[in-house]
Structures are given as structure tokens and as C-alpha cells.
């Protein structure tokens, strides 16, 4: 066979944007082993301008944490299809990347990135890490706390207004009430924000109304904001503890699991607009979702919307499934492992990345 | 009714290799490169382009015909690129990503990369670097420390080099 005539020059021809912009094209893990073919191609597909590239097309996927200590990624092949087809990009332990073994949960992901959190009674051992490029940080702990009863709740996402990736922690102390066991009355409360890149956590003065009983997450990341779950007009005030707030789609969106025969599925239908709550979906309970519902309720939140009215779904720690609005049914999506109840399974939309943490100045960036 | 609208301007393409094409100009147009030196006055008489060879013009300037024939319709214009480019062989896809990098053809410069990734998907390092003429310039020692760094996307991939 002749040798090509023109492609043996073909990479010197192009101008670098091009190059970069057909290897951003392939699946993450071919674009990992592309880095093999020659130096070049290596250190092109390190740069933040590979990194963009590769951001502006991707399809996103998920983001699975099961028995609190195993992470696994998984790549949509089509963002919009409601078989949502999937291709299992990597899977590790969290201790990889975590220096100390702790159940650990994740509570944010922006652009690849996902912020983790490794809890003990006395502290956090918050992370930031790339699953694809294998790179770590870990936060420093803004403060002890020892008090008890205390709820923390942190998120992580990207400003709309600085486009820099910060953490947001928000710690409330109570007081119990000495017979009921219920808490009762704010103690303390403070605020703290972790811009990437600083190094430093900065505490913020901000009037913190009580939060919902979530270790979960702060809750949703939404037009460059977050957004926690009190005070959400389609919940009653009692139940804000069981409640959190995600983002679907464009929309806020809030999940009723208190009843024992249906899940109802709310949202912010104007983004700011606390008059629009509306419910969207009234799910029918599933038999593999009765007995999870009630004041002890497991919260129920839907992940993504495919195409044709295909909802994922997941209720924390027991399983993932998918609601058709159309034919009005429920089915466990087993396609991303089968869950049993007691494995810690946590479930967050995340789209992989080649965001390099070392972008980031002031961080002390570890590799696994 | 043709002098009203007047009788479409052609204009003649000259390849690398000394080959002369005749191309309407409101579809040769879609090459920026081409574009600028129409509005700069430059087009009377011959065009040379001399970055594309000949067999490569003519698949170019078959695409030019094609796409200019369809209305403003997206599906349309997409469902003719995706089966323009079904019967290209990669050798033919290479040339065409650098004329249309080097014509200014977005439209086709995207269809063509996407098509150039997609056949790239499954193939080997070592397909990549034949069919590209990419040097391997790691040392043996430096090549195994990286494909360890990365061994994770080595496992259980099946390349299929021959398609």
C-alpha cells in the first residue's frame, strides 16, 4: 500500500485549534490513551484550550458513589435519548485520592470537577478532584466543630459572574429540646466561601436561615448560583427537613417523597419567581419504592430529563430508576449497577472533563 | 428573464496540480478564502489554491454544489454532508480537513473532523500514528511511564485496526 500523500504531514499542516478541535471529538478514554502517540499530542491535550474545547461538546453523565467509598463515572453516548445508552468511563476507590479512609459523599461537581466530603465527628476532609485527569486537592478545614448537634452543609460550582469555582459552607449549631429530642433554636452560625485558587477559606457574614436535616448537599447549582432548600413555598414547614433542592434542567426542582403512595415532583417554573413553583410530575409509588417514603423518607430526586418525557431518577442510597411521564411508569435503570438499600449510593449529574487543577495557583495539587 | 437577474457570475479554481474548475461563485463563496478575494477584486480570471490537489478540488467543489442546492433547511444540509462523506476512505477525509482548514469552510471543516474522530474512535495508538505519519518520539522508557500513568484507559480496549 502506498504511503498517504498528504497525512504524513497532516498535524503539521493544521493549525493547533484544529487539532485540537478533532481529538476533543473522541471518548474521554481514547483521548486519555492519545496522549501515547508522540509528545506533542501530549502536551496539547494538557492545555486549558484542549480542555475548553473538549467542555463545549461533551455530553454529560454521572457521577455514582456507592458504600460511601467507590466512585464511578459514566459518559452519556446521547444527551437527549431516553434509553440513555451510557459508557462506564473510569471507577476508583476514594481513598485513592483521599489521604485519611472516611465514608465519604460527593457534594458538587462543575465541569468535571467533583468536591467531595470524608466525614468524622470531629472534622471534614474536603477534596476537589478530576476523576479523568487523576489530580486532587484537598481543602483545608475551615474550622473544627465539636459542638453537638451541628449541621454542615457545603456545595460547589462555578460563579456566574467570576467564572471561578468556589465551595460554600454553611454550619448551623442548635440547641436540643431537652424532651422531645428535636432541635430547637440556632446556637451559632457561620458561612464560609473557598475560591479554587486562594488557598484560603474566607468567612462570609450572612444571615443563615435553618436548614433542612442534609448532610446531603447544599444543594443545587443553577444559573451560576446555589441554592438551599429552606423556605420553599410548595413544602410545608415541617418538612423542610426531608427535603432537598436540585437543579433539572433550567429549573429548581424540589421532591415530595412524604407520601407512602406518591412522589411528586415540583418546579420553580420562572427561576426566582417563588410564586411559580408548580408540580410537574406525580409519581405513582413503584413497589421498589414503597416503605421508602414517610417522615424518615429517603429523598427522592430526579437527575436528568431525556427526551419523551424519560426522567432518572434516584432515591438516596437505594436506587436508581427511570419514570416515563408518558406511560406513566416506573422502572429500576439497572444499567448503572444494581443497588440493594445499605450501599451508601449516591447519584449527581457530572460531566468529565480535561480541566486541569493545576490552573488553579495557590493549591497544592497531588496526582493518583 | 435572465438579464433581470443577470447570468451567475462562474468563476475558475486552479488546484496545486494544474487543474482548471468551474464553479457557480454563490457556491464557491462558501469558502471565506475565496469570499475575501471576490469582495477584494481579486477573482477575474484564474484562482489559484494552491494548497489543494486536484482530486481534492473536485470532491470540495462537488460539496459546494450540493450544499448551495439545498434551502436553508439544517436537517437537510446535514443528512447531505453525513452521506457525502459516508464513501470517503480516511487518506481522502485527511486532504479534505486541510483544504477546508485551508479554503475557510466551517461547515465542512466541522462535518469532516467529526467524521475523521469518529473513525479515529477505536483504533490503536500505533493505527493513529501510521496513518497520520506522527514520529513516536518517546524514548521506550518514557512511552512505558506514561502508558502506566495511564492504564486505566488501556484496559479491556478493543482497537479494530482493519476497519
Redesign the interface.
Known amino acids: 500500500m502506498k504511503?498517504?500523500?498528504?497525512?504524513?504531514?497532516?498535524?503539521t499542516?493544521?493549525?493547533p485549534e484544529?487539532t485540537i478541535?478533532?481529538?476533543s471529538?473522541?471518548?474521554i478514554?481514547?483521548i486519555?490513551?492519545?496522549?501515547?502517540?508522540?509528545?506533542?499530542?501530549?502536551d496539547l491535550l494538557r492545555t486549558r484550550e484542549f480542555a475548553d474545547s473538549h467542555l463545549s461538546r461533551s455530553t454529560s453523565g454521572l457521577a455514582i458513589c456507592e458504600y460511601s467509598s467507590e466512585l464511578r463515572i459514566f459518559e452519556f453516548e446521547d444527551e437527549h435519548n431516553h434509553q440513555h445508552r451510557h459508557n462506564p468511563v473510569?471507577g476508583?476507590p476514594c481513598r485513592k485520592f483521599a489521604t485519611i479512609r472516611l465514608p465519604t459523599a460527593i457534594q458538587g461537581s462543575a465541569n468535571g470537577l467533583l468536591f467531595s466530603r470524608g466525614i468524622t465527628r470531629q472534622f471534614d476532609a474536603l477534596h476537589i478532584c478530576n476523576p479523568i485527569t487523576r489530580e486532587c486537592i484537598q481543602l483545608p478545614t475551615p474550622e473544627n466543630y465539636v459542638n453537638s448537634p451541628t449541621i454542615v452543609a457545603n456545595g460547589f460550582g462555578v460563579s456566574k459572574i467570576t467564572g471561578r469555582y468556589k465551595v460554600v459552607r454553611v454550619s448551623l449549631e442548635y440547641d436540643r429540646d431537652p424532651y422531645t429530642y428535636e432541635l430547637v433554636g440556632i446556637t451559632k452560625s457561620s458561612c464560609h466561601v473557598y475560591t479554587l485558587g486562594t488557598g484560603k477559606w474566607r468567612s462570609i457574614v450572612a444571615s443563615v436561615p435553618p436548614l433542612g436535616n442534609n448532610q446531603y448537599s447544599i444543594g443545587a447549582f443553577l444559573n451560576g448560583s446555589l441554592h438551599c432548600s429552606f423556605a420553599l413555598p410548595p413544602l410545608r414547614e415541617s418538612d423542610v427537613h426531608s427535603q432537598i433542592v436540585v437543579a433539572l434542567g433550567d429549573y429548581l426542582c424540589v421532591c415530595d417523597n412524604l407520601s407512602e403512595d406518591e412522589v411528586v415532583v415540583w418546579l420553580m417554573k420562572e427561576y426566582g419567581d417563588e410564586k411559580s413553583w408548580a408540580k410537574e410530575i406525580v409519581i405513582r409509588k413503584p413497589q421498589f419504592l414503597r416503605g421508602f417514603g414517610g417522615f424518615a423518607s429517603n429523598f427522592v430526586c430526579p437527575v436528568r430529563i431525556f427526551e419523551h418525557g424519560h426522567v432518572l431518577m434516584s432515591c438516596y442510597a437505594v436506587c436508581l430508576f427511570c419514570y416515563s411521564n408518558e406511560t406513566e411508569t416506573a422502572e429500576l435503570a439497572h444499567m448503572f449497577g444494581v443497588f440493594d438499600g445499605h450501599r451508601g449510593m449516591q447519584v449527581m449529574l457530572h460531566r468529565s472533563s480535561f480541566l486541569s487543577l493545576k490552573c488553579f495557583p495557590m493549591e497544592n495539587v497531588t496526582s493518583f | 428573464m435572465a438579464a433581470e437577474t443577470g447570468t451567475p457570475t462562474t468563476l475558475t479554481l486552479k488546484s496545486n496540480d494544474d487543474e482548471l474548475f468551474s464553479v457557480a461563485e454563490s457556491a464557491a463563496i462558501l469558502s471565506v478564502t475565496i469570499r475575501n478575494m471576490v469582495e477584494d477584486g481579486c477573482a477575474g480570471g484564474v484562482i489559484p489554491l494552491d494548497n489543494v490537489d486536484g482530486k481534492t478540488l473536485a470532491s470540495v467543489i462537488t460539496y459546494m454544489n450540493g450544499i448551495s442546492a439545498i434551502p436553508a433547511d439544517e436537517e437537510k444540509k446535514k443528512s447531505y454532508r453525513d452521506k457525502f462523506l459516508s464513501d470517503k476512505d480516511f487518506e481522502t477525509l485527511a486532504d479534505m480537513v486541510l483544504a477546508a482548514n485551508y479554503l475557510n469552510m466551517s461547515c465542512l471543516m466541522d462535518a469532516v473532523s467529526a467524521k475523521i474522530a469518529q473513525v479515529m474512535e477505536k483504533k490503536s495508538v500505533g493505527w493513529v500514528r501510521r496513518k497520520f505519519g506522527i514520529e513516536n518520539d518517546y524514548t521506550p522508557e518514557e512511552e512505558a511511564a506514561v502508558k502506566e500513568e495511564h492504564k486505566w484507559t488501556f484496559e479491556g480496549v478493543e482497537t479494530d485496526d482493519d476497519n
Not at chain 1, 486519555?32 to 501530549?42: H, T
Open positions: 504511503p498517504p500523500k498528504l497525512t504524513s504531514e497532516f498535524f499542516h493544521l493549525p484544529t478541535d478533532i481529538l471529538r473522541l471518548p478514554r481514547t486519555v490513551r492519545s496522549k501515547l502517540v508522540c509528545k506533542s499530542w501530549r473510569t476508583f
